[in-house]
Structure formats: C-alpha cells, structure tokens
C-alpha cells in the first residue's frame, strides 16, 4: 500500500529540511521593509539571471535591513557553498543547531546542504551580502565542481575545495578583505536589469572573493581533517537526518544509494555506527518517533500515526512496535508516564 502525504506527515517529521528558497526575505523585500539586490538562479528572491548566464550561480547580493525585523531564516539547506559576510549590524547565525555571533568583519561558511539559519529567530538590523555557489555536491563524499568560467587555478579550485569542506569552523573573522569583493557583488546586482547584467564583472568579483578566501585562510594554517568528507561521514550524517526522512519508502538499496555506497559497503558503517543493521535502524527510528507522537497527538489515530511514520499499514506497525516496545501502540498511549 502506497502512503500518500497528508497534514500530520510534516507534524511527525518534526522540523522540515528543504532547499532555501528565502521566503521570508522576499516578502519583507516586496513590503519594503528591506533593500534587497540579488541575482540569482532557481527560486530564490531577486533578477532571475538566463540559464546560460554564469551557471551554478545560486545567488549573489545583499540585504539591508535598517530596522528589527519581524522574520527570520529558520533551519533549511542550501544546494550550493554559501558564503556570507556581514557588513554592519549584528546577526544569530546558527549551524548544525548551535549558535555564533555575528558581528561585523564576520564571515560564515555553510557547505552544500547544511543545516543552519539567520535570526534568533528573527533577523535584527544589519547589511549582509552573500554567494551561493552550487558545486555539484549532495553528499560529504562527493568531489567538488566548480563553475567552469573560474579563473582560479585547478590547483587552487582543489586547495580552496579542500580548506572549505575539511574544517567545522563555520564562522571566521578574516578582516576586511573580503569586504571589497562582496561591495562590487552588491553593486553589480543593483545595477542589474532584466536587459542588462555585467556578467564579466560578477564574475570577476566571485573570483576575487574566493581568491581572498584561500589565500587568508591558507595563511590562517586552519586544521583540517578528511574524515569530514569520508563515506563513514556520509553514513553518519545520513543516519543523523533518517528520524526526519522516516515516512519516505526507504529500502537498504535507496538509503545506500543516499550515501553513493554499495548496499555491503552502507550496511557495514552503520552497524559500525548504531550496532543494528539498517532494517533495524531504520524500524528503530521509526518506533521510536511513533512512540513520542502516541503521547503528543492524542486526536490521531493509530493509523494515521504509522502512515506518518512510514509503515504501509497499521497491523504491520502494532507488530514491530510490540517487538521493540514489549506493548501494542494503544497500550503505550494510555499507560501513564513516570514523573
């Protein structure tokens, strides 16, 4: 039986993963509320660029945000390599759920499809400029691949690779240097129109930036450590995010697939990881949001309980959730808690 979506699906998935389409930002862009320069590719707000046009350039501009607003970015993952620096002002940016300061000279760094959000939880006045790069990376594993129309060296499209995705610092402090790339990224996109875009001087100060950006931190001598691009990374993280994904059809060949491993190769990390098989991991992470949500959704039926969490029906469910929890889901429901 195929499960079709339906309200409570996102209620048990608990917080929601998507690719940043900065919703909030363009409404409070389209109100008046911000200055907002950007052009971009996909849905992101700002001049939607031709797609011949700079490739794999998500999005380049800024906001300025005189006042407090009323919004935020909350958690979401971009597709590309982010880079932010905020010129004045002050901002909460938080990244794989702890929080860092920023202040101005500030520069974070999200790799492709990391968790983070601006705001606590909402954004207060400052001015931040941005890029978003998409490098063609959907795993920790995968080999960068930058827009063709760098400049940069192979050589140092690789070093700059390696120095941005081998490190866990997300907030760095690299001076005022990177300041002058991201003020010619900001006027470059309000200057832009739907006719005209100088598309040979944005690229020239993406260049610029990311030259900046290794060349600084090659002086800093940052630490690195490859395990963060490992396939035993990849299975980890992967593992981290299953109790959000639960209500998709996962099979051990797709979850493996997730992680570009063979099905031996996936199976073998994440007993390394969770001691159980991935069947079992996969029923465990289930079972055990369903037990939280019996309590918490007091109105949902059992049925629609498993379907949320990713069972085909719900005889199937009262079974594996008599196997781990030693009672049937409406036993579990109404036996009371310990104080």
């Known amino acids: 039986m195929k499960k079709k979506p339906n309200e409570f699906h996102g209620a048990a998935l608990g917080e929601d993963y998507y690719a940043?389409?900065?919703?909030?930002?363009?409404?409070?862009?389209?109100?008046?509320?911000?200055?907002?320069?950007a052009v971009v590719h996909g849905a992101y707000p700002g001049l939607a660029l031709p797609g011949d046009v700079l490739p794999q350039l998500c999005s380049a501009g800024a906001w300025n945000a005189r006042d407090d607003q009323a919004w935020g970015l909350d958690w979401h993952?971009?597709?590309g390599i982010e880079i932010t620096y905020l010129f004045s002002g002050r901002l909460a940016f938080s990244v794989e759920g702890k929080s860092h300061p920023?202040?101005?000279?500030?520069?974070?760094?999200?790799?492709?499809w990391q968790r983070h959000r601006i705001g606590r939880p909402c954004v207060e006045a400052s001015h931040l400029a941005w890029l978003i790069l998409d490098v063609g990376v959907r795993r920790p594993n995968q080999p960068w691949r930058w827009p063709d129309w760098l400049v940069l060296t192979p050589a140092e499209r690789d070093?700059?690779?390696?120095l941005l995705s081998q490190n866990e610092q997300p907030l760095w402090n690299l001076g005022r240097r990177p300041a002058a790339a991201f003020r010619r990224i900001e006027e470059i996109a309000r200057a832009a129109t739907p006719?005209?875009?100088?598309?040979?001087?944005?690229?020239?100060?993406?260049?610029?930036?990311?030259?900046?950006?290794?060349?600084?931190?090659?002086?800093?001598?940052i630490p690195l450590d490859n395990a963060f691009t490992s396939n035993e990374r990849c299975v980890a993280l992967f593992l981290a995010?299953?109790?959000?994904?639960?209500g998709e059809e996962w099979t051990v060949d797709s979850m493996a697939a997730q992680c570009g491993l063979k099905r031996s190769r996936f199976t073998t990390y994440c007993q390394q990881l969770t001691n159980r098989t991935p069947a079992?991991?996969?029923?465990?992470?289930?079972?055990?949001?369903?037990?939280?949500?019996?309590?918490?959704?007091?109105?949902?039926?059992?049925?629609?309980?498993?379907?949320?969490?990713?069972?085909?029906s719900s005889q199937h469910f009262a079974t594996v959730f008599r196997e781990l929890n030693g009672m049937t889901p409406t036993r579990w429901r109404d036996t009371p808690r310990a104080a």
Do not use: W
């Open 195 to 221: 006719r005209r875009f100088d598309r040979t001087r944005m690229a020239l100060a993406v260049n610029e930036l990311l030259l900046v950006i290794l060349e600084t931190m090659e002086n800093l001598q």
């Open 20 to 37: 940043d389409t900065c919703g909030p930002l363009r409404e409070a862009a389209g109100a008046g509320r911000v200055e907002l320069a």
């Open 159 to 162: 070093r700059l690779a390696v």
């Open 241 to 246: 995010e299953l109790p959000q994904r639960i």
């Open 77 to 79: 993952r971009n597709e």
């Open 102 to 112: 920023m202040h101005p000279g500030g520069l974070t760094v999200t790799r492709p």
């Open 280 to 312: 079992q991991h996969l029923s465990y992470c289930r079972i055990k949001t369903a037990a939280r949500l019996l309590r918490e959704k007091p109105d949902a039926t059992i049925t629609e309980i498993a379907y949320a969490c990713g069972f085909a």
